[in-house]
């Protein structure tokens, strides 16, 4: 009776072939499971996008909230997902937010705060105004933040509405607009 390990075991080969097939197998499962991607889509269309609903979201913030909120109407091809609740300046806030056509993010913020903590919270205490905007018939305020962030506030004297996004300003004023 042989004792010894099967030939094919014998030298450091057998760790290589291992390696290498459990690399395949492991390749194997992420094509077939659909989790992995090349990027080749671009934009918002590749479905990835998890799904979220922003007019139950925005329902219930309106019942749980002090101030009345607005549900925009969301553009052509946006998707929507995501959405939280926070503190902004000691008030609360609910935020909503988009992945557009192209793929950016938007994202609409309402609250009672102040437009100070407002700023603060979108942009960073370095946030500079960079002028102002018409837009669906109020006055929107132009902000530069952190990151290339650029947001717009509105006061509309019972909420302030923040959207901001690192997309194109077309994306922020279809949503002001939407407001």
């Known amino acids: 009776m042989a004792t010894g390990k099967p030939r094919i075991l ?15 197998l492991c390749v194997f499962v992420l ?7 090349f990027g080749f889509k671009a934009g918002s269309g590749d479905d990835k996008v998890p799904a979220f609903d922003v ?15 607005r549900r ?20 609360v806030s609910s935020n909503v937010g ?19 903590e407002l700023v603060a919270t979108l942009g960073g205490y370095d946030a500079m105004g960079a ?3 018409e837009a669906g018939g109020h006055s929107w305020v ?8 650029r947001f717009w506030i ?7 509405i923040g959207v901001r996004s690192k997309g194109s300003e077309a994306d922020i004023e279809q949503i002001a607009k939407a407001v």
Not at 10 to 23: K, N, P, S, Y
Not at 98 to 116: F, H, I, M, N
């Open 10 to 24: 014998q030298d450091g080969r057998d760790m290589i072939w291992t390696v290498l097939a459990l690399l395949a």
């Open 31 to 37: 094509f077939a499971s659909g989790n992995w991607t």
């Open 55 to 69: 007019s139950a979201a925005l329902a219930a913030d309106a019942r749980s909230m002090p101030f009345p909120i």
């Open 72 to 91: 925009p109407a969301t553009p052509d091809g946006w998707k929507p997902n995501s959405g939280s609740t926070q503190t902004v300046g000691g008030q």
């Open 98 to 116: 988009w992945v557009t056509k192209k793929g950016s993010y938007v994202q609409l913020t309402q609250t009672d705060a102040p437009e100070e």
């Open 131 to 133: 002028g102002k905007r």
């Open 142 to 149: 132009v902000y530069d933040g952190e990151n290339k962030n």
């Open 154 to 160: 509105a006061d509309l004297g019972d909420v302030r």
